[in-house]
């Protein structure tokens, strides 16, 4: 998909031009979407701790859990500050949300700004999931049983916990990359030592610990399948490198069709590649503006972006197929859409 320069630059223009319209922040809208989350989580998790069964306790926990996954995903509009545009907001908030569950948010959010930037263009993408054929290939036998297995593995098994893990380990490989990483480090253990030890005081002092380790638990498995199961299939399967960095990310990441109360759930993420294109774009503008770039993208006889079947059905298959990255042929993807990635010559490379 290598298009001469000056026709790059045409499509450069015309996508800004297209999108121009898409950028206006209206913070009532991220309140309000905040704002319900919170009280609903809210409400589950009092009647949660109000129950008189374990049975009643654990279900509304599990409930509450789903509330808590989509508010923290509001954390990300945060990160771009994208959900209400007002800094001090956007900035104490999300660590006075993600600290209970030992989530590193100031982390996060500095390895996200790595991944806006290398994703289909640096295997060192902090977010990358899915493993190269190289580093299949050399891989002990135990690594390659995780390969084949890694969708299930990581949703159901390693969860919130495999993901905090993840990040800290990401973030210790890439502080020489991103100084500002040691400070987050510091920021995070600190607000999360601190969070942690009033949380616990208060349970000792109602003398509940029993039932906050189940309460925690539950919310961390439900929280971790949520955040797996976006984090995968935001991306996987879809590595690749176009003619610039903005068509890399339209079609090096996935698009998924859902319904309007489940993209706004999600935050629009289901537009995932008109948001990596256009970081800045609030999430309520994400299907005006990924219409209008496939209009864009059309003019110039561009394959279109690709679109997902949903994200439950998406899920069931790459259960059932895992792949690798052809690393032998960065130029091309693996994925499940050749009619849609011109670069892709063949289906992805299988999982011996």
């Known amino acids: 998909m290598h298009r001469p320069v000056l026709q790059l630059q045409s499509l450069k223009r015309d996508l800004q031009a297209a999108t121009a319209d898409c950028y206006q922040l209206n913070p009532s809208v991220g309140l309000w979407r905040f704002g319900s989350l919170g009280l609903l989580l809210l409400c ?34 945060m990160m771009h500050h994208t959900l209400t545009g007002w800094d001090g907001f956007e900035t104490v908030i999300p660590r ?26 640096n295997l060192q993408d902090p977010e990358r999931v899915q493993w190269t054929d190289l580093e299949y290939q050399a891989a002990a036998p135990w690594q390659r049983w995780y390969v084949r297995h890694q969708w299930p593995v990581d949703l159901l098994g390693l969860g919130g916990l495999g993901m905090i893990v993840k990040t800290l380990s990401k973030a210790w490989l890439l502080r020489a990359v991103n100084p500002r990483l040691k400070r987050q480090l510091l920021v995070d253990s600190v607000g999360i030592g601190w969070t942690q030890i009033a949380l616990l005081s208060l349970v000792w002092h109602y003398q509940v610990l029993l039932q906050y380790l189940v309460f925690w638990l539950v919310l961390e498995r439900v ?108 130029a091309t993807a693996t994925g499940r859409y050749p009619k849609n990635t011109p670069a892709i010559a063949a289906l992805p490379t299988k999982i011996a």
Request: net charge negative; charged share 10%; with cysteine.
């Open 96 to 121: 006075l949300l993600s600290w209970p569950m030992l989530w590193p948010y100031g982390l996060y959010a500095e390895l996200h700004r790595l991944h806006h930037g290398w994703n289909g263009i």
């Open 44 to 77: 589950f998790m009092s009647l949660a701790w109000l129950s008189q069964s374990w049975v009643a306790f654990v279900g509304l926990t599990a409930i509450a859990g789903l509330f808590y996954a989509f508010l923290l995903i509001c954390t990300h509009d």
């Open 223 to 330: 929280i971790g399948f949520v955040a797996q199961t976006r984090d995968h299939l935001e991306h996987y399967g879809l590595w690749q490198q176009a003619g610039s960095y903005q068509l890399t990310q339209l079609y090096a990441c996935r698009n998924l069709k859902a319904p309007a109360w489940v993209s706004w759930l999600m935050g629009g993420l289901n537009y995932h590649a008109v948001h990596h294109a256009f970081p800045d774009i609030p999430f309520n503008q994400l299907p005006r503006a990924f219409a209008q770039v496939q209009q864009v993208l059309q003019q110039h006889q561009l394959p279109p972006m690709s679109m997902g079947e949903g994200y439950f059905q998406e899920t069931l298959w790459f259960l059932q197929h895992p792949a690798l990255i052809d690393e032998s042929n960065r």
